[in-house]
Every structure is written in structure tokens, then in C-alpha cells.
Nanobody, 126 residues
């Protein structure tokens, strides 16, 4: 049974950078599209960033474009979310997600993922 586990989030200041990690016990890792979602208090879980099986395509929600970068490390079965210029609106619980798909170019932006991490808290202070 596969699983994904996020690194611990932390408290940062507005304008800071933070890199989230996700260890994915999904094999073979290249069969999986991966993504990050987030959920802020009182809001629905939303798609943040996604990456296709072989990293040929990525997609981001508009509010994080040019600030966040998603990447996959195939040697270590890791997924990363580099977050730059954080602002208080980025504060949320961040979830890593994985789904085995046939398409090599698709990025899944909806919640139809089979594997989810437990979530990690990111807090941004002003």
C-alpha cells in the first residue's frame, strides 16, 4: 500500500521562502502524477500545484504562479514545493497527493487523488 508523507511545516514571516518535501512510497514513482493542495481555516481544500509523471508539465493556481515551484526527485521518490515570497494568504495546511495515471502529460488539478498525506501546517506572520 502506497503512502505519502509531508515534511513538517513551520512559522515564517511574510516575504520568506519555505520548501516543503513529500516522501512518496509509490512505485514506480514515474507512474504517478503528484500535486500539492492546501486548506485554510473555513475554506475548502484547493489545488496549489501539480506535476505530470515525468515532470514534462506543471500547473499552478493563479495566486501562486511565479512564486511557487513544484518538482519531483526520481532518485529519492520525493516531491517538493518551493514557496517564495510567502504572504499571509498562503497560510494553510498543505497536503501532498499522488495518483497513478496512464497519461504522461496530464496534470491533475482536482481532488481525484488516491494517496494523500496527513497535511502540514504553514503559518505566515506579518
Amino acid at each position: 500500500q502506497g503512502q505519502v508523507v509531508e515534511s513538517r511545516g513551520r512559522l515564517v514571516q511574510a516575504g520568506d521562502s519555505l520548501k516543503l518535501s513529500c516522501a512518496a512510497s509509490l512505485h514506480p514513482f514515474s507512474d504517478y502524477a503528484m500535486a500539492w493542495f492546501r486548506q485554510a481555516p473555513g475554506k475548502e481544500r484547493e489545488f496549489v500545484a501539480g506535476i505530470s509523471r515525468y515532470s514534462s508539465r506543471t500547473d499552478y493556481t493563479d495566486s501562486v504562479k511565479d512564486r511557487f515551484t513544484i518538482s519531483k526527485d526520481y532518485n529519492n521518490n520525493m516531491v517538493y514545493l518551493q514557496m517564495d515570497d510567502l504572504n499571509p494568504e498562503d497560510a494553510a495546511i498543505y497536503y501532498c497527493a499522488g495518483e497513478r495515471i496512464k497519461s504522461t502529460t496530464s496534470v491533475l488539478t482536482t481532488h481525484n487523488y488516491t494517496y494523500w498525506g496527513q497535511g502540514t501546517q504553514v503559518t505566515v506572520s506579518t
